[in-house]
């Protein structure tokens, strides 16, 4: 009788369109400041922790950019930012220069180099690695492969001359006791993007390949012994686990780098090739040239202009490389986006 009478009353209140709305809620709803005040609150220690990360960030990068306002003027130490407004004259110079066709294809050569072959090197070791068995060995690997990533690119281009001078150099001296004439390297700039692709991938292969490492040990293990039993081989293994779970990664730590695909690697350049001008022609990238420009004629305006320009060509191929990796993501059916 009970379930017949309820029926009953909401049949009426359904055709008689009398269904009553549900009750409202006694307790006022929270506005979004005690929202926000409530979540910090939850959350202080984390915010606690990544307060000094946000206030470095904030004075080294965010406050420096008023100084941009530099490109755009004839900038004097006196006046500071009260200098003579010169508009767009700054970056004129750059453009109309004879050698920034020179600037430019080296500074993206080399950089597309050394993006290339260090995450190529890089995943392949992470990716031969992972398949070794010895634990002690995996160890004793990675620190040497890490080692480089500590030294010092001063002492990196004492230890190469070390190899390669003309007089004095392991490599020359090893050359004259085959009866072979003594190589001169300074004097071949072609062989110069090589050179220093190799020190680069030596320098570099070490700390992504324990990035790497790291994203591979978090693969499930019942993959691997679920293809072992189904037959598939090492190789099929790496190719079809191991590889596809550091897709992301790649894609990820390949557009940072994009990034800066306009910034030469100054340290290195300028450590190992410093003044040598016959090497000019493969080695000479914008951040050198941005320093000998200062070092003569002291234009502030003009090295601002420099690095803006490079920031805003930067940004615009990390934004078009993150547009195709968005196309292929979606044919793939995942997102491997950094935004």
């Known amino acids: 009788m009970v379930r017949i009478e309820l029926m009953t009353s909401l049949t009426k209140n359904f055709i008689g369109g009398q269904s009553q709305p549900p009750a409202k809620s006694a307790v ?14 939850e959350n202080a220690l984390l915010f606690l922790l990544g ?9 080294f990068s965010y406050i420096p950019m008023m100084g941009t306002v530099i490109a755009f003027q004839d900038y004097s130490p006196r006046t500071m930012f009260f200098s003579p407004w010169v508009g767009l004259n ?12 020179r600037l430019v294809t080296n500074t993206l050569q080399l950089n597309a180099m050394f993006i290339v072959t260090t995450t190529f090197f890089a995943v392949t070791s992470a990716l031969l690695l992972n398949e070794v068995r010895s634990t002690s060995f995996k160890r004793i690997a990675q620190s040497v492969m890490f080692l480089p990533f500590f030294m010092g690119w001063t002492i990196v281009a004492m230890v190469l001359f070390g190899l390669i001078d003309y007089q004095v150099g392991t490599i020359n001296a090893i050359i004259t006791r085959f009866g072979l004439e003594r190589m001169i390297v300074t004097d071949k700039p072609d062989w110069w993007p090589w050179i220093l692709t190799t020190i680069r991938v030596w320098k570099g292969t070490g700390s992504g390949c324990i990035i790497y490492l790291a994203v591979l040990v978090s ?13 598939a081989s090492r190789w099929q293994r790496m190719r079809f686990i191991s590889l596809p779970a550091l897709t992301p990664v790649v894609i990820l730590l390949v557009l940072l780098d994009i990034g800066r695909i306009f910034f030469g690697d100054f340290g290195m350049i300028y450590a190992v090739i410093g003044d040598k001008a016959n090497l000019y022609s493969t080695t000479d990238v914008i951040d050198t040239y941005l320093l000998r420009a200062l070092r003569n004629n002291s234009n502030y305006g003009f090295s601002a202009a420099v690095g803006l320009l490079q920031s805003i060509l930067g940004f615009i191929c990390i934004f078009g490389s993150n547009w195709l990796v968005k196309i292929y993501s979606r044919r793939q059916g995942e997102d491997y986006t950094i935004f």
Not at 51 to 59: D, E, G, H, S
Not at 90 to 101: G, T, Y
Not at 219 to 231: K, R, S
């Open 28 to 41: 006022p709803k929270a506005s979004q400041l005690q929202k926000t005040v409530r979540y910090v609150r």
């Open 51 to 59: 307060a000094p990360a946000v206030i470095l960030i904030f004075l």
């Open 90 to 101: 700054n970056f004129r110079l750059l453009v109309e220069s004879p050698l920034v066709i």
């Open 219 to 231: 693969v499930d293990p019942q993959q691997y012994e679920a293809a072992a039993i189904d037959g």
